[in-house]
């Protein structure tokens, strides 16, 4: 990838470039492998790149950058992807 | 080489086809329409083999122009008064995005009450967007200036959109003749556009998404630096092009007869023109006044308007107002004369809603600045 000499307000593929966006999170999708298809409905769907792909299709969530909007489990057409409301973090 | 006898707006619109942008979109508006008809007639003809967009609106051909620039084509655009400020957003977005879209704006008056004369409240009302802005003041003016434009915009120290102002039937709609290069001359003179970044799937980026305040900061300040460089790449630009065309306009001023003179008339557009009539007739009467006519706007010329106002007093001629201040070049002559200089400076609104500005009506402005003590603005010709 190329960057340019110009300061400019074209952003650049970089993992997580706003820090760990999970800290959003209000409710959290858990999955349920035992339920999943590997119909990757999911992981097209999330509009974070969050859903991490595995070699035979299965699937996990990525915590660290998923905000929990709640795309997947929506999209979940066999209910595998469920949303928990997050508990407030202990100090 | 061949003479084109024809209109400010056709004679645009031939620098514009023979700069070969691969994208024009526009929208008619009075008195732009018949530059972009004019192109609508290059591509009936075959003359234009790029892409023309007729879209809905100016907001519509700013946005186009936009993402086909951002895909690396060379762009151009045409507007007027309205249409120009219905672009605002996309002025912003324009420049911001670094995007080098060329635009010749007709400079028209905005309404209400509902007038498509000329004065430059339209252009001027867009200073701050970060687009450079010529003014011109004849049709030769005109077919060079918008060839320059391309040049400065697309070169890799500026990268900004550039607008190319002509005044509303005084020029967009009066036949004069213009000198029409070879196309081999523009060809060489421009170069095909290698954009400097691009939306590319080989490299991928994103256009404008979210950036946060100390990157935006830098953003801004990269546009400000661009821009300065712009005042230095001008005068290069515009002596090239007298190299290859024999043409020379000025670069950020064009100077008539300021030697020894020891007042200066600085105006904008059709009436810088119509001033040189006016310093001679004043020479002839024994005034030492010469004129400097201010052709660049953005970037604001203020280090050669420090030297004129360590030379001579000044008279500022504006055909605009900044409702509530002054004279946007009154004002900024005075700016950038603020501890440099105490030249008197004194200030005139005329020909706003395109009432005629004579060279009389001009000689009348400079002889009342030559006797007047007061600096601030007054409004020339109201009666009547």
């Known amino acids: ?91 | 080489m061949t003479v084109m006898m024809d209109t400010g707006n056709r004679i645009a619109a031939k620098a514009a086809v023979m700069a070969k942008p691969e994208v024009v979109a526009a929208y008619p508006i009075t008195p732009q329409t018949t530059l972009v008809e004019a192109i609508a007639e290059y591509v009936a003809r075959g003359e234009y083999k790029g892409e023309y967009i007729c879209v809905e609106s100016e907001h519509s051909a700013m946005s186009a122009c936009i993402g086909a620039s951002a895909a690396g084509s060379r762009t151009f655009t045409a507007t007027s008064s309205h249409g120009l400020l219905l672009m605002h957003e996309m002025l912003h977005w324009a420049a911001l995005a670094r995007l080098p879209v060329v635009m010749c704006n007709i400079n028209r008056v905005v309404g209400p009450g509902w007038n498509i004369w000329v004065d430059e409240n339209d252009s001027i009302s867009q200073r701050d967007t970060g687009w450079i802005q010529f003014y011109c003041s004849s049709n030769q003016e005109i077919f060079d200036t918008v060839i320059q434009a391309f040049k400065l915009a697309e070169h890799e120290k500026i990268v900004l959109p550039v607008m190319v102002n002509l005044n509303a039937f005084i020029l967009s709609h009066t036949s004069m003749p213009a000198e029409i290069p070879d196309q081999q001359v523009v060809d060489d003179f421009l170069g095909n556009y290698v954009p400097k970044w691009k939306l590319d799937i080989e490299n991928p980026t994103t256009f404008g998404n979210i950036i946060g305040p100390a990157h935006y900061y830098k953003v801004r300040r990269a546009m400000q630096d661009a821009m300065l460089n712009a005042k230095k790449l001008i005068p290069q630009i515009t002596n090239d092009w007298k190299k290859a065309s024999g043409f020379f306009h000025g670069d950020l001023l064009e100077y008539y007869k300021c030697e020894g003179a020891e007042h200066i008339l600085l105006s904008i557009g059709a009436i810088g023109a119509e001033s040189k009539t006016a310093i001679d007739e004043l020479q002839k009467a024994g005034h030492r006044i010469g004129l400097a006519r201010v052709r660049v706007i953005r970037p604001f010329p203020t280090e050669d308007i420090i030297k004129l106002g360590k030379q001579a007093d000044l008279i500022v001629i504006d055909r605009n107002i900044s409702i509530g201040s002054e004279g946007a070049l009154f004002n900024e002559v005075k700016a950038a004369l603020y501890g440099e200089s105490d030249a008197k400076v004194t200030g005139f609104i005329a020909g706003l809603g395109g009432k005629d500005v004579t060279y009389k009506d001009i000689e009348t402005m400079c002889l009342k600045a030559l006797k007047d003590k007061v600096r601030e603005q007054q409004w020339y010709g109201l009666e009547g």
């Open chain 1, 1 to 91: 990838m190329k960057k340019y000499p110009v300061e400019t307000s074209l952003s650049y593929p970089k993992k997580g470039a706003m820090g760990k966006t999970g800290s959003w999170r209000v409710f959290k999708p858990i999955l349920d492998k035992k339920k999943c298809v590997k119909c990757l409905r999911c992981w097209i769907f999330c509009p974070e790149g969050s859903i991490h792909r595995e070699k035979d299709d299965s699937v996990s969530i990525d915590y660290d950058f998923c905000k929990g909007c709640g795309v997947c489990a929506n999209e979940c057409n066999v209910k595998a992807i469920i949303m928990e409301r997050e508990e407030a973090k202990k100090k």
